[in-house]
Nanobody, 122 residues
Framework: QVKLVESGGGSVQVGGSLRLSCVVPESISGTYFIGWFRQAPGKEREGVARINSDGRMSYYADSVKGRFIISRDKAKNTVDLQMNSLKAEDTAMYYC???????????????WGQGTQVTVSS
C-alpha cells in the first residue's frame, strides 16, 4: 500500500521535453508532500522537485528551476514532472517518493520504486 510507481522516461535529444508521472496511492496523496529525485551514474541521489498535498506549494532544485514543472493530477492521482529544455546532465534514473514537508527526507527511506530512466543525448 506504500507503493509509488514511476513512468514516462525515455530517450530525447538536448533541448527536448519529457513528462514523467508518479502514481500515488489514495492513502498517501492527500497527506504527504511528493518529491521527484534523480540519480546519475556514479553520483548520489538528489532531490529535483517537490509538491504539497493540494498542489499549491512547490520547490525546485536550482539545476532545474525554470525548466521543470511539478504538478498534481487529482483525477489520475498522480504527481507529474514536466521536463523542458533538457540537458545532457539531466540524464539519470528518476524516482518519486513521499517526503516530509519542506525537506528532501523520505517518509519511508527504505522504499524506492523501480524508477524511470531519462537519457538526454546530443
Amino acid at each position: 500500500q506504500v507503493k509509488l510507481v514511476e513512468s514516462g522516461g525515455g530517450s530525447v535529444q538536448v533541448g527536448g521535453s519529457l513528462r514523467l508521472s508518479c502514481v500515488v496511492p489514495e492513502s498517501i496523496s492527500g497527506t504527504y508532500f511528493i518529491g521527484w529525485f534523480r540519480q546519475a551514474p556514479g553520483k548520489e541521489r538528489e532531490g529535483v522537485a517537490r509538491i504539497n498535498s493540494d498542489g499549491r506549494m512547490s520547490y525546485y532544485a536550482d539545476s532545474v528551476k525554470g525548466r521543470f514543472i511539478i504538478s498534481r493530477d487529482k483525477a489520475k492521482n498522480t504527481v507529474d514532472l514536466q521536463m523542458n529544455s533538457l540537458k545532457a546532465e539531466d540524464t539519470a534514473m528518476y524516482y518519486c517518493a513521499a517526503v516530509w514537508g519542506g525537506t528532501w527526507d523520505p517518509v519511508w527511506p527504505d522504499y524506492w520504486g523501480q524508477g524511470t530512466q531519462v537519457t538526454v543525448s546530443s
